[in-house]
């Protein structure tokens, strides 16, 4: 129970966390990172959300026969939570990249990429995603490599110094995210060989992977809290964008 919880409150810490720096220290950052760590509040918080919501539902469900009202409910719901966060996993380097890079023809290729993830989720659904548990597990791939593309294609800008004004802080916590969704395609690959209803005994070590990303985000974040707070030189330094520019 304790690994099933502990996501879950990591994720609503984390969600608390991006929104009390977006609110009360947004005056510390530059305007862009600014709206870059909005964009992430407002995926980490439908995450936290969704992820409360499922599991609210699924409370008791293990005891119910296969074809009980309730399990046949849960299941359509359960998928289209799981298409809409692996949709908006694919979207934010995206989305990032659209706006670190407005107006630029990198930009307008990074949200024609937006489109594109929309476009590959309502396929799934049109084909019955919501159902059908390979359907699911075979649409998601298509986002995944919409998000690694991206999550690449955002280092590499960064790297390559095309993105000034992305301090350490907002580097390292979308490092944090980009190497999970990595390892996300070798989940879902053990997730469809097994089925959906044997997923359960694979999936303690997704939550025990899940508990530690958000705890290395929360610390990032923490980090980055106290140095707008007056932390020491180091953490400011990190602060700073690649540029110096503000």
């Known amino acids: 129970m304790l690994l099933r919880v502990a996501p879950m409150a990591l994720r609503a810490v984390l969600a608390v966390l991006v929104g009390w720096l977006v609110l009360r220290h947004r005056?510390?950052?530059?305007?862009?990172?600014?709206?870059?760590?909005?964009?992430?509040?407002?995926?980490?918080?439908?995450?936290?959300?969704?992820?409360?919501?499922?599991?609210?539902?699924?409370?008791?469900?293990?005891?119910?026969?296969?074809?009980?009202?309730?399990?046949?409910?849960?299941y359509p719901v359960y998928s289209a939570g799981y298409l809409i966060n692996a949709s908006l996993a694919a979207m934010l380097p995206a989305a990032l990249l659209a706006l670190l890079l407005m107006r630029t023809k990198a930009g307008w290729a990074a949200l024609g990429t937006l489109y594109l993830a929309l476009a590959i989720a309502l396929s799934g659904i049109l084909r019955g995603s919501h159902d059908d548990w390979e359907v699911l597990l075979s649409t998601t791939p298509s986002l995944q490599l919409l998000g690694l593309a991206g999550w690449t294609a955002f280092f590499v800008a960064y790297f390559l110094g095309f993105l000034p004004r992305v301090d350490g802080y907002l580097a390292a916590f979308l490092g944090v995210a980009a190497i999970f969704v990595m390892l996300t395609p070798i989940n879902e690959a053990v997730l469809l060989l097994v089925g959906r209803e044997n997923a359960a005994a694979v999936w303690n070590t997704l939550l025990v992977m899940q508990s530690v990303r958000y705890l290395l985000q929360i610390g990032i974040v923490a980090l980055l809290i106290r140095t707008l707070q007056g932390g020491g030189a180091v953490g400011r330094a990190l602060a700073r964008p690649a540029s110096g520019t503000v």
């Open 27 to 74: 005056r510390g950052l530059p305007a862009v990172v600014t709206k870059c760590w909005m964009i992430i509040l407002l995926a980490v918080a439908f995450a936290a959300v969704n992820g409360v919501w499922l599991e609210a539902l699924g409370v008791g469900l293990s005891d119910l026969p296969p074809d009980a009202p309730r399990r046949r409910f849960y």
